[in-house]
């Protein structure tokens, strides 16, 4: 069975930090690049960040762009992200799928439940 399991969410004040992992059971994530998703309530699913199989390469939505860091340990076969300066707009279901590249399309069978980020005071 092909899953994806995130973790490491949680209730955290504005400023504060969080770390997420997706680890991956069923299959093996060095070749694929794996990005991480969010949706809020009443709003549609945005990517967030994506980095390459290899972890050369690494891309960030504007709205994150200087606060998260995407990571990779193969060897773990597990992503990070690492959310740093989290704002109230940050809170959201965070979820990872899996790309052939970060520039092409999720591939539909890899999904996992979702980890519930919540940025209040």
Partial sequence: Q???VESGGGLVQPGG?????CAAS?????Y????WLRQAPGKE???VSCISSRG???KYADSVKGRFIISRDNAKNTVYLQLNSLKPEDTAVYYCAVYYYCSGPR???YWG??????VSS
């Fill in 32 to 35: 694929y690049a794996i990005g």
């Fill in 107 to 109: 591939l539909p069978n």
């Fill in 2 to 4: 092909l899953q994806l």
């Fill in 113 to 118: 439940q979702g980890t519930q980020v919540t």
């Fill in 56 to 58: 050369g390469s690494t």
């Fill in 17 to 21: 930090s969080l770390r997420l992992s």
């Fill in 45 to 47: 699913r945005e990517g």
């Fill in 26 to 30: 069923g299959f093996t994530l060095d």
